[in-house]
């Protein structure tokens, strides 16, 4: 009975484990350009509450994960610019000009951009996101040490 026992408990915790990661917060893992100066480039171990996206609570300079609209596979962090029906300017081409556009957000989608304009892949290049596309809201930076603490939305 010993065996049985130990079964139902690791079932038990692995359920556990699947209920915490998909509906009340995760770990997240970050690197690359996009969002410096608040990540680093070499990698965040971030942790990210899954129930802002679910009841609607997010708000503008929160930094979101979401499924990457061009590879659905992908994860990916960025800061939340504008929510449906915000008018949003933005920089069409930072690298190359200051031709600027303003976009309002359809009904049922967000607008997010990366910390870094000039090395980021986000709305301005595929547009506004829809909102179930949101995985979770960041509010704690885990690693590296240095930055240990809570990631609270940049200031407007």
């Known amino acids: 009975m010993g065996g049985w026992s130990s079964f139902i408990s690791i079932v038990r915790a692995f359920c556990l484990l699947h209920v915490t990661n998909n509906y009340l917060g995760t770990a997240v893992f970050t690197y690359g350009p996009s969002m410096l100066p608040t990540l680093n480039i ?3 171990l971030l942790l990210a509450e899954r129930i802002s996206t679910r009841t609607g609570k997010l708000r503008t300079g929160d930094v979101v994960i979401l499924r ?4 659905p596979r992908k994860i990916v962090c960025k800061r939340l610019i504008g929510m449906e029906g915000d008018q949003v300017t933005y920089v069409v081409d930072p690298k190359n000009s200051d031709r600027c556009q303003t976009v309002v957000v359809p009904k049922g989608h967000v607008w997010v951009e990366g910390d870094n304009i000039y ?3 986000d709305s301005r290049n595929f547009g506004a ?3 179930g596309l949101l995985k979770g809201r960041v509010f704690w930076t ?3 040490r240095k930055d240990f603490g809570s990631l609270a ?4």
């Open 42 to 44: 070499s990698g965040n």
């Open 68 to 71: 990457s609209p061009e590879s």
């Open 119 to 121: 090395a980021s892949k």
């Open 129 to 131: 996101v829809p909102y």
């Open 142 to 144: 885990v690693l590296p």
């Open 153 to 156: 939305p940049k200031p407007k």
